[in-house]
C-alpha cells in the first residue's frame, strides 16, 4: 500500500473515560457486575468492533489504573480535576496524534455493543460535513420518556440533531399522557456515546461552558450552541447507563438475564 493510500484510511481511537469519585456512585468503574468490574464489561464489548483501531482507557485512580491492567487493557492517567468525559477523551488524543477519528465510550455502559460503536463511527467515514455523531434509540415506554435521567433527542431530516432535553421532546399536544405520546408520535432517547473528528473534539473541549449546558447539565448543548453538525445514528440496540445504586442492581439482574439466556443457548445448539 502506498503512503497516498494510507492516508485515505482514518486511524480511530476509542477511549473509555473512568472517573472513580462519581458523585452518586463511589468507586463505579469497579463495581462488581457477575463477577467481574464494570469497566471490563465495558472493554469487552467495545473490543468486538470491527472500526476501532485502538481502544484506550482513561482513568483518575491508580486502583482503577491496577485492574485495568489485570484484565490486559490500554491504561492512561489523567488528572482528577478534568471537568468532564470529553475533556478527559482530549487528553487521551493528544497522546495519539496520528488519530483521526476520537470514539467517547462511556464507562458506565457495561453492556455496549460493539456494532453500536461502528454505528456512531460510520457518518464520519463517508460524509466530511458531519463534525460529531452519536446514537438514539426509539422510547418504546413511558417511564423512559418521562425519565429526567433519560436524555431525549430531536432531530430534522437529514437527521443532524436539533435540540437534546431531559424533558420529555417533543411535546404531543394531541396525547393525553405519556402513553399516547409514544404511540402518536416518534420520540428517541439519546445514548452518550460520540464520535468526533480529532479537530472538532479539541475545538469542543476549548469552548466556554453554555447556559442551556448548565441547566440541562447536558455538555452536548454546547455543540450545538456553537454550531456543532452532530449526525444522529438510529440504532436498534439497547443501551443501559449506571448512575446510581438502584441502577448498579439492575444491570446486575440484567447481566443474570444475559448470562442464562446464553447459557440456554449454547445447551440447545448442542442439544
Known sequence: MSKKDDKRIPFILGVIPARFASTRLMGKPLANIGGKP?????????????????????????????????????????????????????VVAKEFPRADIIVNIQGDEPFIKGMMIDQAIEPLLFDPVVNVSTLAKKINSADELLSPSIPKVVFDYENFALYFSRSPIPFVREAADANEAIQLADIYKHIGLYAFRRESLFRFTSLEQTDLERWEKLEQLRMLEYGFNIKVVITEYESFSVDTPDDLKLSRRIYAKLKKRKLKNENSQKG
Open 38 to 90: 464494570m469497566i471490563q464489561h465495558t472493554f469487552e464489548g467495545a473490543s468486538k468492533s470491527k472500526l476501532l483501531n485502538k481502544i484506550v482507557i482513561a482513568v483518575d485512580d491508580t486502583k482503577v489504573a491496577e485492574v485495568v491492567k489485570s484484565f490486559g487493557a490500554s491504561v492512561m492517567m489523567t488528572p482528577k480535576e478534568v471537568p468532564t468525559g470529553s475533556d478527559r477523551i482530549a
